[in-house]
């Protein structure tokens, strides 16, 4: 499972120019950070060149794991939404090499999961 694996929160769209300066030491010289959502303390980072994914560890969230997907590996995404008895949207990212998904994001309202599925179609599919 993925890094969000069993996260259960809501996107909510963030201050893209307040995410790079809080990422500054993430990005390479000229980065742009085009778009970013937060689900609870984590973040899902559309970049210029990847796509970047912030989970925050720990009770603290002092302990924080970068994860760095270069448009260009990945290779397909699935959405899907929520049901009468699951209540869940999902979306799954493969990467060129991968059978099973490198990463697995929940969320709680379909909105989100849309709304990040369409800014990372325009990411892949540049």
Known sequence: MGLFSGLLGNASQKDTTKVEQDLAHVLVTDEVVELAFSLVR??????????????????????TSYKSLPYR??????VETSGHFDLDAELK?????GVEPAETLQFKNDKNVIQIQQALAEAVLR
């Open 93 to 97: 990212i493969w990467i060129s090499s």
């Open 42 to 63: 984590d973040l899902v980072v559309f970049t210029d060149r990847r796509l970047i994914l912030v989970d925050k560890q720990g009770v603290t969230g002092k302990k």
């Open 73 to 78: 590996s990945i290779s397909r995404f699935t």
